[in-house]
T-cell receptor
């Protein structure tokens, strides 16, 4: 079983749409969770950390479900500039100096 | 400005040659990492270092070597023993002693092509 799994997409949505991505992880001891955004041929950039209570940053909402071992990202009112690949990232060891496992990413394309 | 720099942005190498990729950070981060990314694939960890003069192999260390003589520098050498070196190489750093312990921040990457 892969450690972090994501639907590769692509998700093709019109501007203004709401879109949701899910990600599942296999290590129940994982403690830290993140969503990164990666533009074509660029480096990944941190979008948001994911906390147990869920968190929201503007149009973006992240949720964590430990019982089912999945993480979600919701984007409301999609913009053309949201087009990118979204990487789900999980800490493997659950400790302060553990290493991160990256999903392969979900590609989002927002159309006018 | 604080950040992570990688050079060069593009690198071409002939088969059989070693090549060294540079990674420098002025964020005062203790930990540094090297990943490679192939098309349509996730990032895979090559080497990481949690402190100066110490480093550990990641999942795909064969054919690579690193050094960590200074806190701000973590160069990666791609040796001729690496069978498929063409890839996008990303360097990252983090500061495990902060409250936000394992968030990693990336440099702009080096795209290596073997001719």
């Amino acid at each position: 079983r892969k450690e972090v799994e994501q639907d590769p997409g692509p998700f093709n949505v019109p501007e203004g749409a709401t879109v949701a991505f899910n990600c599942t992880y296999s290590n129940s001891a994982s403690q830290s969770f993140f969503w990164y955004r990666q533009d074509c041929r660029k480096e990944p950039k941190l979008l948001m950390s994911v906390y147990s209570s869920g968190n929201e940053d503007g149009r973006f909402t992240a949720q964590l479900n430990r019982a089912s071992q999945y993480i979600s990202l919701l984007i409301r009112d999609s913009k053309l500039s949201d087009s990118a690949t979204y990487l789900c990232v999980v800490n493997v060891w659950g400790g302060s100096q553990g290493n991160l496992i990256f999903g392969k990413g979900t590609k989002l394309s927002v159309k006018p | 400005d604080g950040g992570i720099t990688q050079s060069p942005k593009y690198l071409f190498r002939k088969e059989g040659q070693n090549v060294t990729l540079s990674c420098e950070q002025n964020l005062n981060h203790d930990a540094m990492y090297w990943y490679r990314q192939d098309p349509g694939q996730g990032l895979r960890l090559i080497y990481y270092s949690q402190i100066v003069n110490d480093f550990q192999k990641g999942d795909i260390a064969e054919g690579y070597s690193v050094s960590r003589e200074k806190k701000e520098s973590f160069p990666l050498t791609v040796t001729s023993a690496q069978k498929n070196p063409t890839a996008f190489y990303l360097c990252a750093s983090s500061n495990p002693r902060r409250g936000d312990t394992d968030t990693q921040y990336f440099g702009p990457g080096t795209r290596l092509t073997v001719l």
